[in-house]
């Protein structure tokens, strides 16, 4: 087949749109023809990848893009303990904080009994060996 007639039918090529009778033909002269196969394998990156030539966004819009994302999206304080309120918790984690709750409740009435006896005690010490206050009466 001719060069002409193969490159106006790579991209039908490509595509897989070809009769078995053209698509055979094609591939018969893209292993003979180095230049068929060059221009069929720069069509094919062309539509894979898209153009070679066509520009990318320059650096600075590329990190004002960056920038403008992660202020977006940046998790605020809020949004963090939202979060972590929100993580399933193991069935183990949440055994322990039971068992220390529990341990808490039956421990608090002793201690509230020892601090508030204590305080008591220590604010109403009084000499009973003697009947006078002889501080008083030293100066």
Do not use: N
Request: proline share 6%; with cysteine; charged share 25%.
């Amino acid at each position: 087949m001719d060069c002409t007639l193969i490159q106006g039918h790579l991209i039908g090529y490509h595509f897989a749109t070809l009769a078995d009778d053209e698509r055979a033909a094609v591939e018969e002269h893209l292993v003979a023809c180095g230049e068929c196969l060059r221009t069929y394998l720069a069509l094919k990156s062309f539509v894979d990848r898209g153009s070679p030539a066509e520009p990318g966004p320059s650096e600075a819009a590329r990190l004002r893009l960056r920038a403008a994302v992660e202020a977006r999206f940046r998790p605020t304080p809020a949004r963090r303990v939202t979060r972590w309120l929100r993580r399933p918790v193991p069935l183990y984690q949440g055994l322990a904080v039971a068992a220390l709750v529990a341990v808490a409740a039956v421990l608090a009435p002793a201690v509230a009994h020892i601090v508030l006896h204590d305080d008591a005690r220590s604010t109403e010490r009084v000499d009973s060996a003697r009947p006078v206050a002889e501080s008083l009466t030293i100066y």
